[in-house]
């Protein structure tokens, strides 16, 4: 089983930047796919972006798609998300999730499809 740690999550100002980390140990990351996702108070773990393996498929959620990129580096066993020009909706807790069937059997889009979370990293954007 793979750990994942997020990371880089702090309190910024609508219209600054972020670049959150997952980093991998216990297996080597590119045996999954990674998935980051978000949960405000009250409300469901939402998907914001995933990437494939190898790095060669990106999925990223519409409502962010031009603001968040996401990308990984499996040498350093690590993926990251960075998000531009943030505003106070997405502020939030954001988790990676990891799976090896993610991408291939199942969907990225769901927290249901992913066998392992991190702790998670909060992200607060004031206006």
């Known amino acids: 089983q793979v750990q994942l740690v997020e990371s880089g999550g702090r309190s910024v100002q609508a219209g600054g930047s972020l670049r959150l980390t997952c980093t991998a140990s216990g297996r080597p990351l590119i045996l999954y796919a990674i998935g980051w996702f978000r949960q405000s108070p009250g409300r469901d773990r939402e998907f914001v972006a995933a990437?494939?393996?190898?790095?060669?498929?990106?999925y990223v959620a519409k409502s962010v798609e031009d603001r968040f990129t996401i990308s990984r580096n499996n040498a350093e066993n690590t993926a990251y998300l960075q998000m531009e020009n943030l505003k106070p909706e997405d502020t939030g807790v954001y988790y990676c999730g990891a799976d090896r069937d993610v991408g291939e059997t199942k969907t990225v889009y769901v927290t249901s499809g992913y066998g392992s979370w991190g702790p998670g990293t909060q992200v607060t954007v004031s206006p």
């Open positions: 990437i494939s393996k190898r790095g060669a498929t990106p």
